[in-house]
Nanobody
Framework: QVQLVESGGGLVQAGGSLRLSCAAS????????VGWFRQAPGKEREFVSA????????YYADSVKGRFTISRDNAKNTVYLQMNSLKPEDTAVYYC??????????????????WGQGTQVTVSS
């Protein structure tokens, strides 16, 4: 069992930065790839970024590549998403989730089982 809690969301102006955190409880967190997803009002949940169990490999959606950076600290059971150069279209609820089988397999949300409750990110123009 893994419980995830996101934090760090808020209101920021376009061009600003935020750092999201995904804190996990449970002994198996370090053995799981973790993904960040987001969902804007009226839109489907979409993949943002993911990081392998060891943190050695990272993956990004084209829309955030070069602006967002994912990292993890397994000693702290935490994954981070540093978001720079934010745009109004980044406005969404951001969720973290763990891969069902542990290793990174892709960007589809159905591959992930444990989810956090989400944190709101609002970027004003």
């Amino acid at each position: 069992q893994v419980q995830l809690v996101e934090s760090g969301g808020g209101l920021v102006q376009a061009g600003g930065s935020l750092r999201l955190s995904c804190a996990a409880s449970g002994r198996t967190f370090s053995s799981r790839a973790v993904g960040w997803f987001r969902q804007a009002p009226g839109k489907e949940r979409e993949f943002v970024s993911a990081i392998a169990r060891s943190g050695g490999n990272t993956y990004y959606a084209d829309s955030v590549k070069g602006r967002f950076t994912i990292s993890r600290d397994n000693a702290k059971n935490t994954v981070y998403l540093q978001m720079n150069s934010l745009k109004p279209e980044d406005t969404a609820v951001y969720y973290c989730a763990t891969d069902k089988l542990g290793y990174y397999r892709g960007t589809n949300a159905i591959l992930y089982d444990y989810w956090g409750q989400g944190t709101q990110v609002t970027v004003s123009s």
